[in-house]
T-cell receptor, first 118, second 113 residues
């Protein structure tokens, strides 16, 4: 199957700093990637859809200036949490779609990034 | 819009017990249905999927059948093991909301020896 990696897996930062999380598709090209946020004991909340070469589409209620998404290549999307605060602490998960073929409609998930803001 | 409703947890079973986690969905069009499993501190792993009505997805002893008439995709396993303890998410993707996935709230399963 298709493999998606995330880096870093865990990050601790001070309040007010910015943190960048990378999501890479390792063995396929992903024109579309998704960013999710997961609160403890909760389901995944879709934050935004990242399309290669164009602006990300944010879900209602997600601050686009707070969560900057860049999908600069077919294998890399980044999420930057700007001026992070403790309430931004969460588990962030990315996923990527494999266009067409036997993986139609399927998303492959990265292992997640645990962000802790002190 | 699309929605997924799955059985509330937590679910606690003894080893070798039968497992059912109910999942129903609302969607227009012809979505694909998925079950994902999440172990503590990890991302989501695809457990099984079904892409059309009456398809049965299966993996590692788990099964689920895409029932369009009842809009359901219940997860079953005949004999659970302690290692099956995890959070299980039902999800759909496609239909008229092509590309995005919609997740249920997750069901925590604990299997005791």
């Amino acid at each position: 199957g298709a493999v998606v990696s995330q880096h870093p897996s865990r990050v601790i930062c001070k309040s007010g700093t910015s943190v960048k999380i990378e999501c890479r598709s390792l063995d396929f090209q992903a024109t579309t990637m998704f960013w999710y946020r997961q609160f403890p004991k909760k389901s995944l909340m879709l934050m935004a859809t990242s399309n290669e070469g164009s602006k990300a589409t944010y879900e209602q209620g997600v601050e686009k200036d707070k969560f900057l998404i860049n999908h600069a290549s077919l294998t890399l999307s980044t999420l930057t949490v700007t001026s992070a605060h403790p309430e931004d602490s969460s588990f962030y998960i990315c996923s990527a779609r494999v266009p067409g073929g036997s993986y139609y409609n399927e998303q492959f998930f990265g292992p997640g990034t645990r962000l802790t803001v002190l | 819009g699309n929605s997924v409703t799955q059985m509330e947890g937590p679910v606690t079973l003894s080893e070798e017990a039968f497992l059912t986690i109910n999942c129903t969905y609302t969607a227009t069009g012809y979505p694909s249905l998925f079950w994902y499993v999440q172990y503590p501190g990890e991302g989501l792993q695809l457990l099984l999927k079904a892409t059309k009505a009456d398809d049965k997805g299966s993996n590692k002893g788990f099964e689920a059948t895409y029932r369009k008439e009842t809009t359901s995709f219940h997860l079953e396993k005949g004999s659970v093991q302690v290692s099956d303890s995890a959070v299980y998410f039902c999800a759909l993707s496609g239909g008229t909301n092509a590309g995005k996935s919609t997740f249920g709230d997750g069901t925590t399963l604990t299997v005791k020896p």
